[in-house]
């Protein structure tokens, strides 16, 4: 045994010394452990569900939904449901991605607008309270309602 895993298993003793052989737990200090879930209710009808602060921007993002680190999701912007986001997509303001909604190819939500289902892409960007059920939107198309 060479003098690194010498080392790390002197350590390793001394942080289980005193630990019962079935747990984990030090008896002699009193430790509970307790998993919390994170939730966030998205208010799209499903109540809280496991979700968690997105790290780019840090708005809440439901844990079945699929959005790539390049995506920014601000601070009160929601991502919720079966929702995907790529390609440098931004949700700014109180913006919400949700549903079956895909969304990419540096699209914009901001404002209150929501999409609850269809397609976003090409740099399109979707403003103010509009609401984007299903379809096709690409280009350079700006729709605020």
């Known amino acids: 045994m060479d003098k690194r895993h010498k080392i790390t298993l002197d350590t390793l003793i001394k942080i ?5 052989d079935d747990m984990h737990e030090p ?3 009193g430790i509970t452990a307790r998993v919390t879930e994170t939730t966030h209710n998205f208010g799209d009808c499903n109540g809280s569900v496991p979700a968690h602060k997105h790290p780019y921007g840090g708005g809440w993002v439901a844990d079945t939904a699929t959005v790539e680190d390049t995506v920014y999701v601000g601070e009160f912007a929601q991502v919720g449901g079966n929702a995907i986001l790529r390609d440098k997509v931004e949700l700014r303001d109180h913006a ?11 699209a914009q939500l901001r404002g209150k607008a929501a999409a609850w289902g269809g397609v976003v892409k090409q740099r399109a960007i979707i403003g103010g309270t509009a609401k984007i ?5 690409d280009g350079n198309m700006i729709i605020i309602d």
């Open 16 to 20: 289980t010394d005193g630990c019962r």
């Open 27 to 29: 008896d002699n200090q």
């Open 96 to 106: 919400m991605a949700t549903g079956d909604v895909v969304i990419g190819d540096h």
């Open 133 to 137: 059920l299903y379809g096709i939107y």
